[in-house]
């Protein structure tokens, strides 16, 4: 589209969209994904669903990309070259690596659960840590990490509690936005590459 194409179809949006257009962009490049099933999301979520293209037409002009992903309802900004990306630490790129093991693993057993998703505590969680790496003492970092995670929506308190690291009996759900951070393909390799 060219940009006096670009122009048209901007200037026919009600200036309440024209806002919203402004928030959608602004949001896309500071939280990298705009969920439906998060209540702060779903209103520019849905203005993302009804102008698609001209959101993604305005990004592609830097270089960015918006993906769509229909079966989990997430909007999500990427760049090819990785600009402006995120860059999690290497603790919390360990704990996000596990959780997204522990995802899989859950949603593949397909337990039956009183959440919509899959529910660890961070007792699990530091099992799971300990069958991995036997010998080894827990890596220190799992209380940053987890707000950390829950601020990119990919893991909540379960039942709408607030997070309580320091409680071993907290229950966490594992967001499906981890499959878009970690896609499937990935997985196996992942579990490989952490128990090697």
């Known amino acids: 589209m060219s940009l006096s194409q670009f122009a048209q179809k901007y200037d026919l949006l009600s200036s309440l969209d024209q ?12 939280e990298g994904l705009i969920w439906r099933e998060e209540e702060s999301d779903r209103r520019v979520y849905n203005f993302l669903a009804r102008h698609h293209e001209l959101v993604a037409d305005y990004l592609r002009v830097g270089g960015w990309e918006l993906r769509q992903h229909e079966q989990v309802k997430v909007f999500q900004l990427i760049h090819g070259a990785g600009a402006r990306r995120k860059r999690l630490d290497q603790n919390t790129t360990l704990w996000l690596l596990l959780l997204r093991l522990l995802y899989a693993e859950r949603t593949e057993k397909k337990e039956a659960a009183l959440t919509r998703y899959p529910v660890v505590t961070i007792d699990d969680i530091t099992a799971r840590w300990a069958q ?6 827990d890596p220190a970092g799992l209380r940053e990490a987890l707000p950390a995670l829950q601020s990119l929506k990919l893991i909540r308190p379960a039942g709408g509690e607030v997070l309580r690291t320091g409680n071993p009996e907290q229950q966490i759900e594992l967001l499906p936005t981890l499959e878009i951070v970690v896609p499937a393909g990935e997985v196996a390799a992942l579990a490989n590459h952490l128990t090697t």
């Open 132 to 137: 991995l790496f036997p010998g080894q003492p």
């Open 19 to 30: 806002a919203t257009f402004a928030e959608a962009v602004r949001r896309l490049m500071d």
